[in-house]
């Protein structure tokens, strides 16, 4: 390796994407979700979008409150439940 190569950035680990699951991050290629899961025969998901405005999300709290009541009526458990955002 050259001095020049030292200070490269090294390529991201996986070029086309990743996929969070089970637990672990996986190439986008090697995501498989089973034809059984819940999410694919029950649909039990949940979607809401936080707003940004000039680097600042807007309304955070009340993102989080729709989030948490969205997760509620589908009883869902949130990973994350502190506003925080920490498991």
Known sequence: MSAADAGAPS????TNGAAWIDGRYCPIEDARISVLDLGVTRS???YDVVHAWQG???RLG???D???ASMARLRLVHP????????
Do not use: K, N, S, V
């Open 62 to 64: 009340d993102h989080l």
């Open 11 to 14: 390529p991201p680990p996986w």
């Open 56 to 58: 600042r999300f807007y």
């Open 66 to 68: 729709r989030f948490a």
């Open 44 to 46: 039990d998901c949940t």
């Open 80 to 87: 994350w439940p502190d506003a925080a955002g920490q498991p």
